[in-house]
């Protein structure tokens, strides 16, 4: 009987220590900068450092970089067609998009301009409606779409020099290309096979490196490598379900964990990219495909 306890006990400590292991962020040794989120709809954060105490993203709306028009002769028939069947007839054009955005610091010697090209289209919706008088008409409406999955690319400029470049990967768990950086992020095999449309991954150069941001949709985290090396997780911010009483509703700030092995300036750069990140997130989740 006494063996037995001592087994569960062994059992149960190795148990608690698997679970701390597990718990433990991919960074053995880091610091942790907090960073104050001034609203929940508005990226823009403070935080106590020397060199950047603040740090937010201003994005634009996207420009349509090639002119496209529909045929005007194509318009009738279908349109033509769509009175007559009640079937809406679409059509599509390829277009590519410009989403401008600069990363903005309390120093301006630290901000970036943070351009993203996506390839997409613009269609065309024809939907057949009923006027009050019992006649029928045909109501048209473009739709813009962004195919992020078709090769969108990111540039990092700074003072008028390009420092980095990202393209967007849409299944990164799928994606032979980077799977040593996804075998660290997602932990387990059943990770690995639960899919997730919102996660993504941005692979690239920064400073000549070979740079990786991978974001986590069920952690809300993103990760950020240098070669095969994790130098960066922030948490992004943690906001409670409307579901939840309001007393028991917590607001968890976001922060960045940087590891402790690199210079002062490397963690200013993951900082940045850790704020570029979130800019790539919020344009793929503000203009879908």
Same mark, same amino acid.
């Given at each position: ?49 020397? =060199? ?20 005007? &002769? $194509? ?12 079937? $809406?007839?679409? &059509? ?27 390839? &997409?289209? +613009? ?7 009923? %006027? ?23 540039? +990092? ?25 996804? =075998? ?5 095999? =059943?990770?690995?096979? %639960? ?20 974001? =986590? ?50 963690? %200013? ?21």
């Amino acid at each position: 009987m006494k063996k037995a306890r001592i087994i569960i006990l062994m059992y149960f400590i190795f148990a608690v220590i698997s679970g701390i292991a597990q718990t433990q962020p991919l960074i053995t040794a880091y610091d942790t900068l907090y960073l104050k989120q001034q609203s929940a709809n508005v990226d823009d954060y403070l935080l106590a450092d020397t =060199n950047i105490s603040k740090i937010s993203i201003h994005a634009s709306a996207p420009v349509q970089m090639n002119d496209v028009k529909f045929k005007i &002769g $194509g318009d009738m028939w279908r349109g033509a067609l769509t009175l007559i069947s009640g079937i $809406g007839i679409s &059509g599509a054009k390829d277009v590519d998009w410009y989403l401008a955005a600069s990363i903005r610091t309390n120093n301006s010697h630290y901000d970036w301009v943070s351009d993203i090209y996506c390839p &997409g289209y +613009i269609e065309k919706q024809r939907t057949r409606t009923t %006027n009050s008088d019992g006649s029928h008409g045909v109501e048209t409406s473009y739709v813009n779409v962004f195919s992020w999955n078709r090769g969108a690319l990111g540039y +990092i400029i700074e003072a008028g020099d390009t420092i980095g470049w990202h393209y967007v990967i849409r299944t990164p768990k799928t994606d032979t290309s980077i799977v040593q950086w996804v =075998n660290k992020v997602y932990k387990s095999n =059943n990770e690995k096979m %639960n899919f997730n449309q919102t996660d993504f991954a941005c692979k690239g150069e920064f400073l000549g490196n070979v740079s990786v941001m991978l974001y =986590n949709t069920a952690e809300n985290r993103m990760y950020i490598f240098r070669h095969d090396e994790l130098l960066g997780i922030c948490q992004f911010a943690k906001i409670p379900s409307p579901l939840v009483r309001k007393k028991k509703r917590v607001y968890v700030q976001p922060y960045l964990l940087v590891s402790t092995g690199i210079a002062a300036p490397d963690k %200013n750069d993951m900082l940045r990219l850790a704020i570029t990140g979130k800019r790539f997130k919020n344009a793929m989740e503000n203009y879908h495909q």
